[in-house]
């Protein structure tokens, strides 16, 4: 197995398949918003979930790539504990993807805030 553990494997495929779902919910928003612009319905809730769910998506695709990758790195450093060869064990973490993740959910809140303000509005007229 892949870093000597079955989790560690299925950590980087969940983070493959994240990106996976990243794009399609990106491809849902787009066809989403030519349709409700059709409709004259610019903000629908389910702009908003996709929104959501690319930013939580982006960042637990973050945790997983970088924990597997600090997991194999440490399996790496025992398996080569006697040569002369050393592995970089600190955890790295990217944090410009982690505050991408928070910014597609603070734009994903601020939908939902416009999308009630703009049913207030029309339930006022």
Not at 20 to 39: K, Y
Not at 72 to 77: E, F, L, Y
Request: aromatic fraction near 12%.
């Amino acid at each position: 197995a892949v870093g000597g553990s079955p989790w560690v494997y299925w950590m980087t495929v969940a983070a493959s398949l994240s990106f996976l779902f990243i794009i399609i919910l990106m491809w849902l928003i787009i066809r989403s918003v030519r349709r409700s612009i059709r409709l004259e319905m610019p903000l629908e809730r389910c702009n908003v979930w996709y929104l959501r769910m690319i930013a939580l998506l982006s960042i637990l695709s973050e945790l997983c790539n970088s924990l597997s990758s600090w997991i194999m790195n440490n399996r790496a450093a025992e398996l080569i504990a006697d040569t002369a060869y050393t592995v970089n064990t600190t955890f790295h973490f990217s944090y410009s993807t982690l505050i991408m993740g928070l910014l597609i959910l603070f734009a994903a809140e601020l939908t939902a805030i416009g999308r009630d303000l703009g049913e207030e509005q029309k339930l006022t007229i």
